[in-house]
Structures are given as structure tokens and as C-alpha cells.
């Protein structure tokens, strides 16, 4: 997971477009694959709006999500 982080992180810096999907296909013989995404999902809103995270926490909990508050 974290290298997928980097990677969606570093094409944004990069090319300043972001990926909104990857595959990743590793075959017997070692060699890979990897497929961008770059089209956002209908349904994802884009805001400005920030959110506390102290509420978030508290509406996850809200839903039955167990939070480990660190």
C-alpha cells in the first residue's frame, strides 16, 4: 500500500494529474505491470471544505468503526 501511495503521490508532482485507479499485475516470471487510472468517479465530490478530526473520529465511531485514538 505505501508504494502505491508513493506512486499516486509522485505522478501528481510529476505531471499534476492525478490517478484515481492502478492495477498492479505481477506474473510468475517476475515482471510486472502497471495500469494508471486517471478518469475521477462519477460519484466523488470535489470540495474545499476541511473537516475536524476530532468529528470525523467521532462519526466513524458513530457508524460501529472501532478508532484507536493515538
Do not use: C
Not at 516470471?29 to 476541511?50: A, H, M
Amino acid at each position: 500500500m505505501d508504494a502505491a501511495l508513493f506512486l499516486r503521490e509522485d505522478l501528481l508532482k510529476s505531471t499534476g494529474q492525478r490517478i484515481w485507479g492502478l492495477t498492479f499485475t505481477l506474473y510468475p516470471d517476475g515482471k510486472f505491470n502497471i495500469e494508471y487510472d486517471y478518469n475521477k468517479p462519477l460519484d466523488y465530490e470535489e470540495t474545499d471544505e476541511t473537516v475536524d478530526l476530532s468529528h470525523a473520529l467521532e462519526d466513524l465511531q458513530n457508524q460501529g468503526v472501532r478508532v484507536s485514538k493515538k
